[in-house]
């Protein structure tokens, strides 16, 4: 890749240790994103599918919706309860527009005091937007650029992620689409 190319593409939080750890870069979605490190994308691959890999999504769209009226809010853009969403619950939802077609996909996470909601990389401009023009009036929008995003996936991802964390009997009171925050490697993590 030329040099004046990659200046013109965002770079992750972690797009430092990858380059550290001898990762291939390509463009990705307006990132500089790894695409496989020295063993190759096959080992990685069959890593991922008998063990575990984690890899590095912080290209995807990271918001918080702050405020009373923030469910209410994100339940007119979504077919979906996030009203009844409890604590540390996430859910699987879709952005739709006024005639209820599809716009995109999304994770809604309640955090117990805002919601998290993901937006995938390609429309995260575009899902923000709607965000803003929509319920921007009634809640606080804040877009988390700054916040690194992980995909530990595999059949060994749990193992790995109770081996990593300070609480591991916080990784193990967690089931399908539950969240709680839990300190990996003296970090802070959701």
Same mark, same amino acid.
């Given at each position: 890749m030329s040099e004046s190319v990659s200046e =013109?593409?965002? &770079? =992750?939080p972690l797009y +430092?240790?990858?380059v550290s750890l001898g $990762? &291939?870069?390509v463009p990705f979605a307006g990132y500089d994103m790894p695409v496989q490190y020295p063993l190759g994308v096959l080992k990685e691959h069959l890593h991922t599918r008998a063990h575990a890999g984690l890899f590095d999504v912080s290209h995807m769209g990271q918001v918080e919706l702050h405020g009373p009226d923030a469910a209410k809010a994100l339940e007119t853009l979504v077919p979906v309860d996030v009203i009844g969403l $409890?604590?540390?619950k996430q859910r699987y939802a879709f952005f739709t527009n006024e005639q209820g077609g599809i716009l995109d996909d999304l994770m809604i996470y309640n955090t117990g005091s805002y919601l998290h909601v993901v937006v995938? $990389? $390609?429309?995260k401009a575009? +899902? /923000?937007a709607h965000l803003r023009k929509? /319920?921007?009036h009634r809640c606080d929008i804040k877009v988390r650029d700054d916040l690194a995003l992980l995909a530990l996936q595999g059949p060994g991802a749990e193992a790995a992620l109770v081996g990593a964390a300070r609480m591991p009997e916080r990784v193990l009171e967690l089931s399908f689409m539950?969240? +709680?925050y839990i300190e990996i490697a003296e970090v802070d993590c959701l």
């Open positions: =013109t593409l965002l &770079r =992750t +430092d240790l990858h $990762a &291939r870069m $409890a604590p540390k995938n $990389a $390609a429309c575009q +899902d /923000i929509h /319920i921007g539950q969240g +709680d």
